[in-house]
C-alpha cells in the first residue's frame, strides 16, 4: 500500500510532532511547523497524535493512491479536489483506490496538513519519523518529496461502518472539526508577545510597528520586514540557548521569529518570545502576509496554552467517538 | 591558571515554556564547567515534564511542558526555578575544575583523537591564517594540534562542537563572505573559535583542515561522537594515513 507523488508542489515533506529530546547534541526539535493542524487531522482519521503525515507549503502536491484510503485535510485554507470534486478541509474522508488527489495553491494561510489513516511508514530515526532538512535525514529519504516517489502506508485501520467498501471514488464523514478559535487566519494576524531579554527600553515602537512576512521565511523562521527598523537597547555577548518562538533581533533590525526547524543555540538579542499557544497561526503566516505584536503576560499565555490545549483534547475525544459509532 | 571565577546565577523565562539559568556573561573554562555541572546534576534528577536540558558556555536552558508539570500551570515555571535554584545550591561545580590530562573526567569520557588533514585542498585557507598570525603553515599546524580543547557546548547543526582552547596566537578573524558550501568534516578557525562541521552547510570560518570522522550520524546510538564536556585532540594526519586513522579512531 503506497502513496505516489506525481508532482511534489513547492515544499512537501513527512513530518509528525519531531524530536523534542535531542536538542543537547545540538538537534533541532523539528517536526510540524503547525502541530494543532497535525494533531487534529491525525485524530479525524483515527491515528494517534504523533502519526507522521504530509505537511505541503504554499503550493500542494499531485498524489495518486494505490489503494483505498481515509484521508483528511487540516491547516491553511488551499485549493484541493480529488478529480474534479472540491474537497473539504477538517473532515475525514474515504478515497478509492486509484484517486488522484490535487492540491493546489494556498488561498489562505502558509501549511496543510494531509493525514492518512494509518500514518505514512517511514522509519522513526532519533525517535520521530520527521524529515529533518537541513541534517537530511528522516522522513522519506531525508528530503522533501519529489516526483516519482512511492511512499509506504502503514496498514489502515478498521474503517468502521462509515466508510461502507462499496463507495466508489470519494465519500465524507458526516461531521468535521472546527479549528477556531484555536487557529484563525486573519488579514493582520495579532500575536502576543512574552518580553525577552534583550527588549527595547520604550517598546512602544515593536507593538505600534505592523510586520510583514518576508519571502525567505522557511522552516527555521519567519523572517519579518517593517517600514522602520526595530532598534536594539544592547547586544548579547555570548550564544545562549533559544527556543521555538523566540523573537531573535539580528542587527539589521529585522526580526527573525525560530520555529521548529530553529537551531538550538543563537547569538542574537533575544527580544521576546512568541506564546505557545500563538505557535499555530505563526506557522500558517505566509509571505507578504501581515503581523502586528499584542503584548502578553506569561498568566495569558498559560491560559491560552490551556484552552488550546482542551480544544485539541474535545477535538480528539470526538472523534474517537465518531470512529468508535 | 586563573583564579576561579565565581559563577552566580540568575534565571530567564524563554517564553512559557523554557527557563535559561545564566551563570555569566563570557567565556571561560570555569563559566563552562559550572554550567555543565548544573546541566548534569539536573538531568540525574529530572522532573517530570521536562524534555530537554540544554547547557552552553555559561549558561543552561531547560526545556518543558508547563501543562505537565504536576502542578498549575501558572505554577510551572515556579516549579522548574525552585527546582533549578535547589540544585544550583548543592552543587560542588569546582571540583570539577580541573581534569588530569589522560585521566577520565566527570562524564567519563577520554580524550578523543580527531585525524586531520591539514592545509593544500583539505584546508584552503591556511595560508591566509599563517599570513594573518604572522607565522609558518607548520607552526599553524603545530599550535592547532597542540592543545587538550573540550567541547564548551553543541548547536548550529547536530553535532557541532564549540571548542575551549584555541592557542590565542590563532585567531584570525571569519571570511568577509561566507562560503555558501563548507565540507563536512571541514576544521576551521572563527574569530577566537575553533570546530569541525559534522554537515555541510554555508559556513564563514577558515578552512583550516578536514577530518574522516562523523561526528554526526543519526543511525547511531548516540548520535553525536562529542557531547559537552568531551576532550579532544587533533592529530595531524597525512592524507594517505586517512583511512587507517579514521578506522582506529571509530
Excluded at chain 2, 578557525?189 to 559556513?203: D, H
Amino acid at each position: 500500500m503506497s502513496l505516489e507523488i506525481l508532482k511534489p508542489g513547492l515544499l512537501t515533506s513527512v513530518q509528525d510532532l519531531g524530536r523534542p529530546n535531542h536538542r543537547a547534541l545540538g538537534i533541532a526539535v523539528g517536526g510540524a511547523v503547525d502541530t494543532f493542524s497535525l494533531q487534529v487531522a491525525n485524530a479525524l482519521v483515527g491515528n494517534e497524535p504523533h502519526a507522521a503525515a504530509l505537511e505541503i507549503t504554499l503550493l500542494g502536491p499531485r498524489l495518486r493512491f494505490t489503494q483505498d484510503a481515509v484521508i483528511a485535510l487540516c491547516g491553511g485554507r488551499f485549493e484541493a479536489s480529488l478529480e474534479d470534486l472540491a474537497l473539504p478541509m477538517w473532515r475525514a474522508m474515504r478515497v478509492a483506490a486509484g484517486s488522484i488527489l490535487d492540491i493546489g495553491r494556498s488561498q489562505r494561510g502558509a501549511r496543510l496538513y494531509l493525514a492518512i489513516a494509518g500514518g505514512l511508514n517511514c522509519p522513526r530515526i532519533l525517535d520521530s519519523r520527521a524529515t529533518a532538512l537541513d541534517g537530511s535525514f528522516g522522513g522519506w529519504q531525508g528530503r522533501a518529496l519529489r516526483a516519482g516517489d512511492s511512499l509506504p502506508l502503514s496498514e489502515c485501520f478498521s474503517l468502521g461502518r462509515h466508510w461502507p467498501r462499496q463507495s466508489i471514488g470519494l465519500r465524507l464523514a458526516r461531521w468535521w472539526a472546527n479549528p477556531a478559535p484555536a487557529l484563525t487566519l486573519e488579514p493582520i494576524a495579532e500575536i502576543g508577545l512574552l518580553p525577552g531579554h534583550h527588549l527595547p527600553e520604550g517598546n512602544e515602537t515593536l507593538f505600534d510597528t505592523e510586520f510583514q512576512v518576508d519571502s525567505r521565511s522557511n522552516r527555521m523562521g519567519l523572517r519579518l520586514e517593517s517600514e522602520t527598523p526595530i532598534a536594539l537597547a544592547n547586544q548579547p555577548t555570548l550564544s545562549e540557548p533559544v527556543s521555538i518562538g523566540t523573537v531573535q533581533l539580528p542587527p539589521e533590525g529585522k526580526p527573525i521569529i525560530l520555529l521548529a526547524d530553529a537551531q538550538t543555540i543563537g547569538g542574537y538579542p533575544r527580544i521576546g518570545h512568541i506564546p505557545s499557544a500563538d505557535h499555530p497561526r505563526l506557522a500558517q503566516l505566509a509571505p507578504s502576509d501581515r503581523l502586528r505584536f499584542v503584548p502578553n503576560t506569561e498568566a495569558m499565555a498559560l491560559q491560552r496554552l490551556q484552552q488550546l490545549d482542551r480544544h485539541l483534547q474535545r477535538l480528539q475525544d470526538a472523534a474517537r467517538d465518531a470512529l468508535r459509532d | 591558571m586563573n583564579a576561579v571565577l565565581q559563577p552566580g546565577l540568575t534565571l530567564e523565562p524563554l517564553g512559557d515554556s523554557a527557563v535559561l539559568a545564566v551563570l555569566g556573561d563570557r567565556i571561560h573554562p570555569d563559566l563552562n564547567t559550572a554550567a555543565l555541572a548544573l546541566a548534569d546534576e539536573l538531568d540525574r534528577q529530572r522532573l517530570k515534564g521536562v524534555l530537554d536540558i540544554v547547557p552552553a558556555y555559561a549558561s543552561v536552558a531547560i526545556h518543558y511542558l508547563p501543562l505537565r508539570m504536576e502542578v498549575p500551570a501558572e505554577q510551572s515555571r515556579r516549579k522548574v526555578e525552585s527546582w533549578i535554584k535547589q540544585t544550583w545550591s548543592h552543587l560542588h561545580w569546582e571540583a570539577h575544575r580541573q581534569p588530569q590530562p589522560g585521566a577520565e573526567d566527570i562524564w567519563n569520557q577520554s580524550i578523543l583523537p580527531v585525524p586531520v588533514c591539514y592545509g593544500g585542498d583539505f584546508g584552503p585557507d591556511i595560508d591566509h591564517v599563517a599570513a594573518h598570525c604572522g607565522m609558518s603553515v607548520d607552526e599553524v599546524i603545530a599550535r592547532h594540534s597542540a592543545p587538550i580543547y573540550r567541547v564548551a557546548m553543541l548547536g548550529f547543526q547536530p553535532g557541532f562542537p564549540y571548542l575551549l582552547g584555541l592557542d590565542p596566537r590563532l585567531e584570525t578573524p571569519r571570511l568577509a563572505s561566507p562560503r555558501t558550501r563548507v565540507a563536512a568534516g571541514a576544521v576551521g578557525i572563527g574569530g577566537a573559535q575553533t570546530g569541525i562541521y559534522p554537515l555541510p552547510s554555508p559556513g564563514g570560518w577558515q578552512l583550516i583542515g578536514w577530518s574522516p570522522l562523523r561526528l554526526f550520524d543519526p543511525q547511531r546510538h548516540p548520535a553525536t561522537l562529542l557531547r559537552a564536556g568531551s576532550r579532544l585532540r587533533f592529530i595531524p594526519t597525512a592524507a594517505e594515513d586517512i583511512d587507517t586513522a579514521s578506522q582506529a579512531s571509530r
